[in-house]
């Protein structure tokens, strides 16, 4: 969770999601998108870095994925909101 100076392995990925964690995904981005991309991370949320992205941004939660072609920060809320907590080995 939070924001990470280096990326989830890809099993430390589904692990996550596995939990009901949402990873946040973004290439490199100005300031000001960088800024409110990593106001997304809490608990279960981890935001970082990573090169081989299809899009800027990309969201993933258990069976689910969110692409964005820029930084959309209600819709990547809307998305976190609506799958945190939602995996096979979540806590209720």
């Known amino acids: 969770s939070g924001v990470l100076e280096t990326p989830l392995t890809r099993p430390e990925q589904v ?7 949402i990873v946040i995904q973004h290439q490199p981005l100005d300031e000001a998108d960088l800024a409110d991309v990593e106001s997304l991370a809490r608990d279960g949320i981890a935001v970082f870095e990573a090169t081989d992205l299809p899009a800027p941004v990309v969201a993933t939660a258990w069976l689910f994925k969110l692409t964005c072609d820029d930084v959309d920060v209600d819709a990547l809320r809307t998305f976190a909101d609506a799958r945190l907590g939602e995996g096979p080995g979540a806590d209720g």
């Open 15 to 21: 692990g996550s999601l596995e939990l009901g964690g």
